[in-house]
């Protein structure tokens, strides 16, 4: 029987066992060690705090920018001196600028790149647009400054919208852009209040100087957010069909069917809103004058509150639900709204209708950027099909407001909240019947992952 070979282990002394093992590393090189669930560097869906509270600053300054170009226009002109026909034309031509510029506006941003360039040079020439203004109160001048800011906001708003996504990724966009419209909602209130005061307490062109002194603190919060987390997008999912260069062209966007099935939907939206609170404006200026102003003012204030507070919540629910559910809940709060107008008279009793009007904005606040996202995505014209959809609820908005002045001269104002109602009804009808679900599950789960 023939014994086996024993094999004999050699035993180092501790300090020559550790050189031993240094030696195998330099020759056979050292392999690196990964924590699992920790990317080395962040990516688009997990941006840092000086780039979130920097885009959450710039759309508090910009909102709070924009309000000066509200009411407060008319207000100024009328001091001026100005004949109402001149202060409607002078709001006409910002209004034909704004409606004709939509498609070149996100145009530009879409060829851009630099989507920080297009915001920052944008909002400094709505700052300079609104110090034109106080400073050279004339006509043509007033006419060139309204055209300019008109103009720079169908670049701003655009711009804002992509830079948010490409800040988090389109998986996390729905969150984003509802903080985008929470504090663009608190921008515009405390905007109104301070201009408002700044108008009473010191002068009228006072509250266009400040306007033109905020985009200074809206540029250094733009400062905060670095450029290549601003122009970042996502890798396209495994499963997405790569999209064909022409797909992306404009013919493209108007073969989209369920682009152009929301856009109508836009439209019949904003034909039935954009006249209601005007009309209920004009109807308690003749039953108590002396109250009009406040109820207006309180009227106006109600639907920013509720959608500051809901509209991140609304995001967040868009990546769990997905778009159509709360679409569905943001069109069937209008007619609702306009129905409960037609019979009611209270002052207080209309004041809180209008958180329906807060539910609406609250939704299409957050539904508009991340529908159109959805429908456009790898096709490089989000911002131009942004625009399309904005022309379109331009033009709703400016026939909502000629159909209701006529309906409520023949038939009454009960029966124009009514005919608004019924239009609303039928947008919330076209959104059960034609619209699709937009969001790309899988795609955003493995976004986010």
């Known amino acids: 029987m023939t014994a086996s070979p024993v094999t004999e282990r050699r035993a180092y002394p501790a300090r020559e066992r550790d050189s031993h093992r240094t030696d195998l590393r330099e020759r056979g090189g050292s392999r690196p060690v990964r924590r699992a669930g920790r990317p080395s560097t962040p990516g688009p869906a997990d941006p840092s705090r000086r780039a979130t509270y920097g885009l959450d600053a710039f759309t508090f300054f910009i909102a709070n920018l924009q309000t000066g170009f509200g009411p407060f226009l008319a207000v100024y002109f009328t001091q001026q001196k100005w004949t109402q026909s001149d202060i409607g034309l002078a709001l006409t031509v910002g209004s034909l600028v704004s409606l004709l510029g939509q498609m070149p506006g996100g145009a530009f941003v879409d060829a851009s790149r630099s989507k920080r360039f297009a915001a920052g040079f944008s909002a400094f020439w709505v700052g300079a647009s609104a110090v034109m203004l106080a400073a050279f109160p004339t006509y043509l001048v007033v006419m060139l400054a309204m055209a300019i800011h008109s103009a720079a906001s169908c670049v701003l708003t655009p711009a804002i919208a992509a830079i948010s996504i490409g800040l988090v990724g389109h998986a996390n966009a729905g969150a984003r852009l509802g903080r985008n419209a929470s504090f663009s909602a608190i921008g515009n209130a405390l905007g109104a209040a301070s201009m408002g005061a700044v108008g009473y307490y010191l002068s009228n062109d006072a509250v266009f100087y400040l306007a033109g002194e905020l985009v200074i603190p809206a540029l250094i919060s733009l400062r905060f957010i670095p450029s290549r987390r601003a122009e970042a997008t996502r890798p396209a999912a495994a499963d997405e069909a790569p999209t064909p260069p022409s797909a992306g062209g404009l013919a493209g966007l108007l073969k989209n069917r369920a682009l152009l099935c929301f856009a109508a939907c836009m439209v019949l939206f904003v034909l039935a809103h954009a006249a209601m609170l005007p009309l209920v404006g004009s109807v308690r200026t003749l039953r108590a004058s002396e109250t009009a102003t406040a109820l207006v003012a309180a009227c106006i204030m109600v639907p920013q509150a509720v959608l500051a507070v809901t509209a991140p919540f609304v995001g967040r629910l868009a990546q769990s639900w997905g778009r159509k559910p709360l679409l569905v809940i943001g069109f069937a709060a209008l007619p609702v709204r306009g129905l409960l107008f037609a019979f009611v ?67 009454g104002s009960q029966s124009t909240f009514l005919g608004l109602a019924l239009m609303g009804a039928l947008g919330l009808v076209l959104v059960l019947l034609i619209m699709p679900e937009t969001r790309n599950k899988g795609a955003d789960e493995r976004g986010s992952a």
Not at 350 to 365: K, N, P, R, W
Not at 378 to 406: E, K, P
Request: hydrophobic fraction near 50%.
């Open 345 to 411: 008279s209270d002052p207080y009793w209309m004041v809180a209708i209008q958180v329906f009007d807060g539910i609406s904005a609250s939704v299409l606040g957050v539904m508009v950027p991340l529908i159109v996202s959805d429908l456009t995505r790898g096709t490089g014209r989000f911002n131009t099909a942004l625009g399309a959809v904005g022309t379109g609820m331009g033009i709703g908005a400016a026939l909502s407001t000629a159909l209701a002045g006529f309906m409520a001269d023949h038939l």
